[in-house]
Antibody
Framework: QVQLQESGPGLVKPSETLSLTCTVSGGSISGYYWSWIRQSPGKGLEWIGYIYYSGSTNYNPSLESRVAISVDTSKNQFSLKLSSVTAADTAVYYC???????????????WGQGTLVTVSS | EIVLTQSPGTLSLSAGERATLSCRASQSVSSSYLAWYQQKPGQAPRLLIYGVSSRATGIPDRFSGSGSGTDFTLTISRLEPEDFAVYYCQQYGSSLTFGGGTKVEIK
């Protein structure tokens, strides 16, 4: 059973960079797309971006200028960096595996438990 | 960006009743790229349906999805106590966006 676990600081100061890591266990990171999604009371669920195990990425256009997602296959991990954060970036951040069934892809079939990141001084 | 509007915002029903949840897209969702998720308090969303009508692994057959184009429906044929939760639709035909959710609460 694939399991995902987010880790990183729960508090980030305004204008700084939010950094989170997702560790995948119970399966290989290879062969799949992996994604970050966040959920805040004001904006609901918001897709941030995804990365293929080979390193190619695709980001939400609304966040693209501030987002970077990377992958480390040797550690079975992928990471999120979101720069120049403001209070509007306060949310629960989830990592997830992108599912693909019969050529129908880009839904999310495995999720981490989520981690709350608060942006505050 | 495709905007997904879910209705109603809240659905008050009793166990054993049928639940019908709507997800309407601002433009046509291509190639049946629509999924549904269930979320309970303090938990991550759980995939129920992908490709409009395909149930994810382990999802009971009381959950079914239908629709095409801009109008999609999640039906729960007979509500069980564990089905009271918030449900989200997601499209992945053009970028990836989620609906605002429908809360199914106990009447």
């Amino acid at each position: 059973q694939v399991q995902l676990q987010e880790s990183g600081p729960g508090l980030v100061k305004p204008s700084e960079t939010l950094s989170l890591t997702c560790t995948v266990s119970g399966g290989s990171i290879s062969g799949y797309y992996w994604s970050w999604i966040r959920q805040s009371p004001g904006k609901g669920l918001e897709w941030i971006g995804y990365i293929y195990y080979s390193g190619s990425t695709n980001y939400n256009p609304s966040l693209e200028s501030r987002v970077a997602i990377s992958v480390d296959t040797s550690k079975n991990q992928f990471s999120l960096k979101l720069s120049s954060v403001t209070a509007a970036d306060t949310a629960v951040y989830y990592c997830a595996r992108v599912g693909c069934g019969g050529g129908n892809c880009m839904y999310f079939d495995y999720w981490g438990q989520g981690t709350l990141v608060t942006v505050s001084s | 960006e495709i905007v997904l509007t879910q209705s109603p915002g809240t659905l008050s029903l009793s166990a054993g009743e049928r639940a019908t949840l709507s997800c309407r897209a601002s433009q046509s969702v291509s190639s049946s790229y629509l999924a549904w998720y269930q979320q309970k308090p303090g938990q991550a969303p759980r995939l129920l349906i992908y490709g409009v009508s395909s149930r994810a692994t382990g999802i009971p057959d009381r959950f079914s999805g239908s629709g095409s184009g801009t109008d999609f429906t999640l039906t729960i044929s007979r509500l069980e106590p564990e089905d009271f939760a918030v449900y989200y639709c997601q499209q992945y035909g053009s970028s990836l966006t989620f609906g605002g959710g429908t809360k199914v609460e106990i009447k």
